[in-house]
């Protein structure tokens, strides 16, 4: 199994900044890629930024340029630090890993932490 649990997130003005963290526990599980979705009301979940086990990143285009991913694949830990955030980045913010054991691919979740900015 994998167990994902974040920590950060809050209220924040516009134009602030804040991060959110994740650390992964894996039994029998190899983490292969994580990263961060968000979830505003009314709205489906999206992808916001993902790390890849070799190191490569990729952002919704709605954040490039204000949210930086960063990871330890050691430590099974993933970073998110939001700048200039925006009322629009409202969202719960729910880690995510990707998972594989025995040739097979799974996605993990993490309970989400709610992140508030306001106008």
């Known amino acids: 199994q994998v167990q994902l649990v974040e920590s950060g997130g809050g209220l924040v003005e516009a134009g602030g900044s804040l991060s959110v963290s994740c650390a992964a526990s894996?039994?029998?599980?190899?983490?292969?890629?994580m990263g961060w979705y968000r979830q505003a009301p009314g709205k489906q979940r999206e992808a916001v930024a993902v790390i890849t086990g070799g190191g490569s990143t990729n952002y919704a285009d709605s954040v490039k340029g204000r949210f930086t991913i960063s990871g330890d694949n050691a430590k099974k830990t993933v970073n998110l630090q939001m700048n200039s955030l925006k009322p629009e980045d409202t969202a719960v913010y729910y880690c995510?890993?990707?998972?594989?054991?025995?040739?097979?691919?799974?996605?993990?979740w993490g309970q989400g932490t709610q992140v508030t900015v306001s106008s």
């Open positions: 894996a039994i029998s599980f190899r983490i292969n890629d």
């Open positions: 995510y890993a990707r998972a594989t054991r025995w040739g097979s691919s799974r996605d993990f």
